[in-house]
């Protein structure tokens, strides 16, 4: 029961990341330039937008599992809940007033933003009790077919940079790849491992 609190305490935070990011402007991580796409075109909130991704991906994730775990999923289910309101309430509420126009300042909110989001996210997978769906699906398709976990990441990532512009290209919308989405790429990646390195470190340290 701890570690599942935990872990939808790590969604939250990781919700509360993506805002700092959305709200800097600057440009999003590869997977949420889609979802920020996506909710331009319509009158569905960015959040919302993230959790029926997630959804999605759930749904394929039960679909490839062979040892169907409907407790986990259902609590995954929660946590992508938890994630996508989060990211409305401070999207659109708490962070809604504030106006960032200094360029540096937008930067600091930005690597701030993704830090915390780096650092949830590698204390979820660290925990290793509600991993996130699009994750979920990489592993499972990897073991299906022998090709790296790195590689599917990579792919719905490149997916998701290329339908963004497309989306931005046909209804004449912002181009949300932008240089934070560069910075994402690489800062996002060392937090998370970093965090997920020295987290199962502490761990295992507990246990000795």
């Given amino acids: 029961m701890k570690k599942i609190l935990a872990s939808l305490f790590f969604y939250a935070l990781s919700g509360i990341g993506i805002?700092?990011?959305?709200?800097?402007?600057?440009?999003?991580?590869?997977?949420?330039?889609?979802?920020?796409?996506?909710?331009?075109?319509?009158?569905?909130?960015?959040?919302?937008?993230?959790?029926?991704?997630?959804?999605?991906?759930?749904?394929?994730?039960?679909?490839?599992?062979?040892?169907?775990?409907?407790?986990?999923?259902?609590?995954?289910?929660?946590?992508?809940?938890?994630?996508?309101?989060?990211?409305?309430?401070?999207?659109?509420?708490?962070?809604?007033?504030?106006?960032?126009?200094?360029?540096?300042?937008?930067?600091?909110?930005?690597?701030?933003?993704?830090?915390?989001?780096?650092?949830?996210?590698?204390?979820?997978?660290?925990?290793?009790?509600?991993?996130?769906?699009i994750e979920s699906v990489c592993i499972v398709l990897s073991d299906l077919t022998g090709y790296s976990f790195t590689k599917f990441r990579y792919g719905i990532d490149l997916f998701s940079v290329a339908a963004s512009l497309i989306l931005s290209s046909i209804y004449s919308l912002p181009i949300f790849v932008r240089e934070g989405t560069l910075i994402s790429l690489f800062l996002l990646s060392g937090v998370i491992s970093f965090t997920k390195v020295h987290c199962e470190t502490y761990l295992l340290n507990l246990k000795s």
């Fill in 19 to 133: 805002s700092l990011t959305l709200k800097a402007d600057i440009g999003v991580s590869s997977f949420n330039s889609l979802n920020v796409a996506i909710a331009s075109t319509s009158n569905i909130k960015v959040g919302t937008i993230t959790f029926l991704m997630n959804v999605f991906f759930l749904l394929l994730f039960i679909l490839l599992s062979k040892q169907k775990q409907f407790l986990k999923y259902l609590l995954m289910f929660f946590s992508i809940l938890c994630l996508g309101s989060i990211i409305n309430f401070f999207s659109y509420t708490l962070l809604a007033p504030i106006n960032l126009e200094n360029y540096f300042f937008k930067m600091v909110i930005f690597v701030l933003g993704t830090c915390i989001a780096g650092f949830a996210t590698g204390m979820v997978i660290s925990i290793g009790i509600l991993p996130f769906p």
